[in-house]
Structure formats: C-alpha cells, structure tokens
C-alpha cells in the first residue's frame, strides 16, 4: 500500500504534515516535524521582525477542537530563511508560510526565499491582515487580485496560498477566478481556521483565551465538513492547481475524506497540538489501513473521486 504523494515535481512519502502555526515556530519543532512520519513540514507565518503575539492565554482545546488568536508570534522571516538556507531537501518537502503585515513586507520576504535558490515551497498566508478597518485579503477579493497580481509578478519560483474558508459559493466562484488567473500560484492549502468563534466556559462564565474580547479562530472536529468543501469546491474550479486540504483532521478516515475531495496532501493543526508528533504515524497507519480494507494501492486510486448523488 502505497501512501506516497507529491506536491509539484516533489515526492512526500506521506500525505500528512503540519499545518502552519503548529509545531513550527521553533527550529527544534520544525526538527521534530522532520524527523516525525509527517511528509513534509512548514514553518509558522513569518512576518518581516520578530513578534512576541498576544497576551496569554491565546490557544485553547475544546470538546471538539481548539480556539486561538495567537497574534502571529514568530522569529521574523530571517529566522526562517536561515533554515531554509540549511535544510537538506532529499529528505522531505519544505514549505514556508509567509504572513506579512503589508504587500510591500510580503514581496520583500518572498524575494528574500526565491534568492536562496533552493526548492522550498512558499505558502502565502491570505488571512494575513489587511489595511484596518478592511476584511482580511483573503475575503477582500479586489485587494487579494492586486495583491496576486504584484506577487506573481515578482515571483520565478512555484508558490502556493493558505485560504480562509469559503461559505458562500459566489465567492467561490469570484476567488477561484482570481486563482487561475496566475500560472505559478501551483497549490491551495484550504483551510485556515474559521476566523472570530467564541468559546465560553459554563461554570467560570468566562471566555478561555484573553485576546479580542476571547475570540479566535477555530479548529478541529468542528471545522471538517467546510474543510471539506473548500477543498472539493476549489479541486472541481481550480484544475490546473493542486490543493491541500486542512481542517478537522484527527485519524486515518478524515485523511481519507479530504484526498477523496481532491487533496494531494493535507495538513494537521489541532490534533497535532493535543497528541504531538506520534500522530503523523498513527494517521499513516490508520490510512493504509482504510485503503487495504477498500483494495486501494495508492492514493491516486481514489483522489477527488468523490460520489455525488
Ligand atoms: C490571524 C492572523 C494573526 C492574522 C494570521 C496568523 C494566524 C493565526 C495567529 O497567529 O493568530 N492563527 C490562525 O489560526 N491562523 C492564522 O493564519
């Protein structure tokens, strides 16, 4: 049984990584996600300085997943390019989420990546804030084509984005449009958290993390069946793209859910939180399982072969 897949021309002996902001602010997590069973490993958003994030308690479990307004803590992007610079690229694919506070900032970092000549994998984060007062690029499509638009132009290399979720289906149809308008833009990670939940505690009647009046992104259970459907949504609109799915992935069946949805590869946060890096090979051995019970030899047996009704 054969788990293996790529994402361009690189081979990932698992489908199952890290999804950015877990496991990889850190070099010695971005290490342990190396030499875990995950297929490749991306490093937390990066902006252009270091930010400490926001005030504690900023992430939360929950009954069914997690809530978080981290406030982007990270090295800045040096920290980052440094790793990039070293890493051993015959191991695993290397992705870098790049989240900066403005185009200017964005296009800067990402120049900074392509000269190091090496096959890393960027991963611009479009829920990376926006002029205040403004939604997130990735919901102010004029803002996220001009934003393209500068980005694929300076860039040679391949490059992908972290989408928010999507509910309403023009809005698919108008991001999709806006996506295959750029050749380069190679991959869709779908999706980032649900963005502004709210978690209260019964007996305390109190929120359980302190920033934004306790709001904060949610992952998890809760998340999958919009997961799901950004990355179906997007697999059917955007064929000339690949997508990698995220959200709601906890055992071997919801790695199953989303390659069935067309995703060639996916990404882990919550779960990846909560259990650590013996996950990744629980969810292998949890997927070959499922694809041996089934008769299925590889992944591409059954990628985006989804059955409508
Ligand atoms: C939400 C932002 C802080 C604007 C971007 C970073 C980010 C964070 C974060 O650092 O709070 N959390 C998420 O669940 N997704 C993200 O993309």
Same mark, same amino acid.
């Not at 997961?227 to 000339?240: H, I, K, M, Q, S």
């Not at 090979?281 to 041996?292: D, F, G, S």
């Given at each position: 049984? @054969?788990?293996?897949?790529?994402?361009?021309?690189?081979?990932?002996?698992?489908?199952?990584?890290?999804?950015?902001?877990?496991?990889?602010?850190?070099?010695?997590?971005?290490? %342990?996600?190396?030499?875990?069973?995950?297929?490749?490993?991306?490093?937390?958003?990066?902006?252009?300085? !270091?930010?400490?994030?926001?005030?504690?308690?900023?992430?939360?479990?929950?009954?069914?997943?997690?809530? &978080?307004?981290?406030?982007?803590? &990270?090295?800045?992007?040096?920290?980052?390019?440094?790793?990039?610079?070293?890493?051993?690229?015959? @191991?695993?694919?290397?992705?870098?989420?790049?989240?900066?506070?403005?185009?200017?900032?964005?296009?800067?970092?990402? @120049?900074?990546?392509? =000269?190091?000549?090496?096959?890393?994998?960027?991963?611009?984060?479009?829920?990376? #804030?926006?002029? #205040?007062?403004?939604?997130?690029?990735?919901?102010?499509?004029?803002?996220? %084509?001009?934003?393209?638009?500068?980005?694929?132009? *300076?860039?040679?290399? #391949?490059?992908?984005?972290?989408?928010?979720?999507?509910?309403?289906?023009?809005?698919?149809?108008?991001?999709?449009?806006?996506?295959? =308008?750029?050749?380069?833009?190679?991959?869709?990670?779908?999706?980032?958290?649900?963005? +502004?939940?709210?978690?209260?505690?019964?007996?305390?009647?109190?929120?359980?993390?302190?920033?934004? +009046?306790?709001?904060?992104?949610?992952?998890?259970?809760?998340?999958?069946?919009? *997961?799901? %459907?950004?990355?179906?949504?997007?697999?059917?609109?955007?064929?000339?793209?690949?997508?990698?799915?995220?959200?709601?992935?906890?055992?071997?069946?919801?790695?199953?859910?989303?390659?069935?949805?067309?995703?060639?590869?996916?990404?882990?946060?919550?779960?990846?939180?909560?259990?650590?890096?013996?996950?990744?090979?629980?969810?292998?051995?949890?997927?070959? *399982?499922?694809?041996?019970?089934?008769?299925?030899?590889?992944? !591409?047996?059954?990628?985006?072969?989804?059955?409508?009704?």
């Amino acid at each position: 049984t @054969d788990i293996s897949t790529h994402i361009l021309d690189q081979r990932m002996r698992s489908p199952v990584y890290n999804a950015s902001g877990v496991m990889c602010r850190e070099t010695t997590e971005l290490e %342990a996600v190396r030499h875990s069973d995950a297929g490749a490993l991306v490093s937390k958003s990066c902006t252009l300085e !270091a930010r400490d994030g926001n005030p504690e308690p900023r992430y939360a479990a929950t009954p069914f997943g997690s809530i &978080n307004s981290m406030g982007l803590p &990270n090295h800045g992007y040096r920290y980052y390019l440094d790793y990039a610079a070293h890493y051993d690229y015959t @191991d695993k694919p290397l992705f870098i989420s790049i989240s900066g506070l403005s185009l200017a900032d964005n296009l800067h970092m990402l @120049d900074a990546f392509q =000269r190091l000549k090496r096959p890393l994998l960027p991963e611009v984060n479009l829920s990376c #804030p926006n002029v #205040p007062g403004k939604p997130q690029l990735g919901y102010s499509f004029d803002d996220m %084509a001009t934003a393209l638009t500068a980005i694929h132009a *300076a860039m040679d290399i #391949p490059f992908g984005v972290k989408l928010p979720p999507y509910f309403d289906i023009s809005h698919f149809e108008m991001a999709a449009e806006i996506f295959n =308008r750029f050749e380069r833009l190679k991959f869709l990670t779908c999706i980032n958290s649900i963005g +502004n939940g709210l978690v209260v505690d019964t007996d305390s009647e109190t929120v359980l993390i302190k920033p934004k +009046n306790g709001l904060g992104g949610i992952g998890g259970d809760y998340v999958l069946p919009t *997961a799901l %459907a950004n990355v179906n949504t997007f697999y059917r609109l955007c064929p000339d793209k690949q997508i990698i799915g995220c959200g709601g992935i906890g055992a071997g069946e919801q790695v199953f859910q989303h390659i069935l949805c067309g995703a060639s590869a996916v990404q882990v946060g919550t779960r990846l939180w909560e259990e650590g890096a013996g996950l990744f090979t629980r969810l292998n051995q949890e997927l070959v *399982a499922i694809m041996q019970r089934k008769g299925y030899q590889c992944l !591409a047996d059954f990628r985006g072969k989804l059955c409508t009704l």
